[in-house]
C-alpha cells in the first residue's frame, strides 16, 4: 500500500493550497480516508476524515469554514482544498487511510497507513 501526498509549499496568509494524495494497493473506497497535520514540537493532530461509502467529512474546529476535504474513488485519490490560510495551519501534513465503511477515527493509532506528508508554510 503507497499513500503519496502533493501540493504543499510556502504560502503567505490569506493564500490558499490544496494537497493530493494518491493511494495505490487497496481497496480505496473500503477505507476512511484523513489528513492529520503535525507541527514542530506539538502532537499529530486530524485536520478532516471522508468516511468511505457516505463519503461525509469532519473537520476539526480550527479548519471549519476554511478547509475542505473531497475523494474520487474513481481516482483513489482524497483531495484537501484549503483557504484562507494562517501561520497557525503551518505543519507537515499526511493522508491517512483506515479500514471500514461508514466510519471516522480521530486517533491517529486508528489508521493502518500512512503517506511521508507535504510541508504546508504559511508565512509572510
Known amino acids: 500500500v503507497q499513500l503519496e501526498e502533493s501540493g504543499g509549499g510556502l504560502v503567505q496568509p490569506g493564500g490558499s493550497l490544496r494537497l493530493s494524495c494518491t493511494a495505490s494497493?487497496?481497496?480505496?473506497?473500503?477505507?476512511?480516508m484523513a489528513w492529520f497535520r503535525q507541527a514542530p514540537g506539538k502532537e499529530r493532530e486530524r485536520v478532516s476524515c471522508?468516511?468511505?461509502?457516505?463519503?461525509?467529512?469532519y473537520y476539526a474546529d480550527s479548519v471549519k469554514g476554511r478547509f475542505t476535504a473531497s475523494r474520487d474513488n474513481a481516482k483513489n485519490t482524497l483531495l484537501l482544498q484549503m483557504i484562507s490560510l494562517k501561520p497557525e495551519d503551518t505543519g507537515m501534513y499526511y493522508c491517512?487511510?483506515?479500514?471500514?465503511?461508514?466510519?471516522?477515527?480521530?486517533?491517529?493509532?486508528?489508521?493502518?497507513?500512512w503517506g511521508q506528508g507535504a510541508q504546508v508554510t504559511v508565512s509572510s
Open positions: 494497493g487497496l481497496t480505496f473506497d473500503d477505507y476512511a
Open positions: 471522508t468516511s468511505a461509502g457516505s463519503g461525509v467529512s
Open positions: 491517512a487511510a483506515a479500514s471500514g465503511r461508514g466510519v471516522c477515527y480521530r486517533e491517529p493509532d486508528q489508521y493502518q497507513y
